[in-house]
């Protein structure tokens, strides 16, 4: 069966997260419904990552296998007709060898997470940024990321029903930047690694804002890393303003 590499875009508010659930609306279930439209008996897809309740994606991939040859391009076209009018889009869609596995063949996954400091509530962006009301330290913050870069034990920053099978992950990058909007600033995080643990992303996101919010010393990331305990992490930032922008293979499929 040809295999086919998909990358998605997709607003996550709609959905109970990426993975297909009984009777629950999910980012895999709409693709899948709408590849059903074209070949009813069409095998399940498989991501590069699973992503929670509210969490969005301009990046995430996804591979299918189907019976028909397809035009890639016109694969692309026929799914976003289907897909209307959920908030999911094709961006694009390659065909890619057997061995290709959007989810076991990804070396990086790139997230980024928006915060938004100021007192007025977002109108054009509510549901894509952290709406917080007080101000935060920029330095304060990138300080206390530095003490998360590397492989460590993060059980401090992984949720109670993590499935991985070691907590031990790589944080090759976590830069943090701000730009000023009208009444405040936005800040932005952004994250690489090979994989993350579940809610990794959010618990250090919102661990962060208590250093910007001066609750914490940057110190406090590293006490709290080295504790190994899932009490000593900060409050989990919300889904608002998490997106999967990229994953990054040996071979850049949609090249």
């Known amino acids: 069966m040809p295999r086919y590499a998909l990358k998605i875009e997709y607003d996550g508010r709609p959905f109970c997260g990426w993975q297909r659930q009984r009777d629950l609306p999910s980012v895999q279930g709409a693709i899948e419904t709408a590849l059903a439209r074209l070949e009813p008996d069409v095998p399940g897809i498989a991501a590069a990552g699973r992503t929670d309740t509210g969490v969005h994606a301009t990046g995430q991939v996804a591979h299918c296998d189907t019976a028909r ?48 400091s100021r007192r007025p509530p977002p109108a054009l962006k509510a549901g ?48 943090i930047e701000a730009r000023d909007v009208p009444g405040g600033q936005e800040y932005s995080f952004h994250l690489r690694a090979r994989s993350f643990l579940h809610n990794q992303v959010r618990s250090i996101v919102g661990t962060l804002e208590r250093v910007g919010a001066g609750a914490w010393a940057p110190e406090d990331v590293k006490t709290a890393l080295e504790a190994r305990d899932r009490t000593a992490c900060g409050p989990v930032s919300p889904p608002d303003g998490l997106c999967l922008t990229g994953v990054s293979y040996p071979t850049d499929p949609f090249v």
């Open 69 to 116: 040859d397809w035009d890639a391009f016109r694969l692309m076209e026929a799914l976003n007709h289907h897909l209307k009018p959920r908030p999911v889009a094709i961006l694009a869609c390659a065909q890619v060898t057997d061995d290709f596995h959007a989810r076991f063949s990804a070396r990086e996954r790139r997230y980024t997470f928006r915060l938004l």
């Open 128 to 175: 894509f940024v952290w709406h917080v009301r007080h101000a935060l330290d920029l330095r304060a913050m990138q300080a206390g990321a530095t003490h998360l870069l590397g492989q460590h034990d993060f059980t401090t920053f992984r949720a109670s029903q993590c499935q991985a099978h070691s907590p031990f992950k790589t944080l090759d990058g976590l830069d």
